[in-house]
């Protein structure tokens, strides 16, 4: 039992040349990441696929590539090796008991969120705060996340969601674009070019449905980020369909304008979401206060609609 325990537990000097090679596909990438010799590497890989009785890597004059064993060995490892480097980091501060992992939306973070973020700091001076973007729904334990926020619907499995505020969305373009594409009701935008958000296919449709507009909005340019789309209509190339909140700076300078003068609720509001065994966690439960809190102050601002 205790020889078999032993090769369970591979040296992570061993799991992390593996890793590197995994990920880099390349013994002679692994050693600068890791500053060892190439033959040092080879010598933990080796050691390694004798340790566990199976062959990692299938090695050629091409180089090397992951067996079947070795890409789902990769798999968990990485996940593994990720929580460990987490864990060390937050012994290595101190602040294990006062650090909050938060998870954001790439524009609604950049935009509304950070911009905040110092009067939270101001208030809990204690706590340190590490970021990351995500979207979608992903798994918290896994990714050493303890609150995010979340656009979509409240059905996170494991978690509490919290409303924060509905989406609002506008069609929105570039006065020069308006100049020559005038419109003066929403069915007019079925003849210009439209663009599109990845993580919101159907808004478009949403959008004309709810105005009472039959037709099918053209496939037009697609965009992974807000951002993007901010900066194709600001170049002339379409219409795009945005929630004004998250581009207040381009309609106060005029870079964009509303290309018709009302709003659609989204079928999506943002959420503030934490896994139900964080719930009472200090930093989860303070940040999740002073959250509500700033959306209340929001809501009391002049722009907001």
């Known amino acids: 039992m205790h020889n078999l325990s032993r090769r369970l537990l591979p040296s992570t000097s061993a799991l992390a040349a593996f890793e590197s090679v995994a990920r880099l596909g390349s013994f002679s990438g692994a050693a600068d990441e890791l500053s060892l010799t190439q033959g040092a590497i080879s010598r933990q890989i080796s050691g390694l696929e004798e340790q566990l009785g199976i062959l990692l890597f299938e090695r050629s004059s091409k180089g090397v590539s992951l067996t079947e064993p070795g890409r789902a060995y990769a798999k968990a490892i990485g996940a593994a090796l990720s929580q460990i480097r987490a864990a060390s980091l937050q012994v290595m501060t101190k602040r294990h008991g006062d650090t909050l992992n938060l998870a954001m939306l790439p524009t609604f973070g950049t935009r509304w969120l950070l911009p905040r973020i110092p009067r939270f700091v101001a208030k809990h001076p204690e706590i340190t705060l590490n970021f990351a973007t995500r979207i979608g729904i992903f798994d918290f334990e896994r990714d050493g996340i303890d609150f995010a926020i979340h656009i979509g619907q409240p059905d996170w499995p494991g978690a509490e969601c919290t409303f924060l505020m509905d989406e609002m969305v506008a069609p929105v373009a570039c006065p020069s674009f308006l100049a020559a594409n005038p419109i003066s009701a929403p069915a007019d935008l079925l003849a210009l070019p439209l663009l599109h958000m990845a993580s919101r296919p ?35 190339l379409g219409v795009a369909l945005m929630p004004l909140f998250l581009i207040e700076a381009e309609l106060r300078s005029g870079e964009l304008v509303q290309a018709l003068s009302l709003q659609v609720r989204s079928p999506s509001s943002y959420y503030a979401v934490a896994p139900i065994t964080k719930m009472e966690f200090r930093p989860v439960a303070l940040f999740r206060a002073w959250l509500l809190e700033e959306v209340g102050r929001w809501r009391d601002e002049p722009y907001y609609a």
Not at 211 to 230: I, K, L, S
């Open 202 to 236: 159907g808004a478009w449709a949403q959008f004309f449905e709810s105005q009472g507009v039959t037709g099918a909005p053209g496939e037009g340019m697609r965009f992974e980020q807000f951002a993007n789309v901010a900066q194709a209509c600001g170049a002339g």
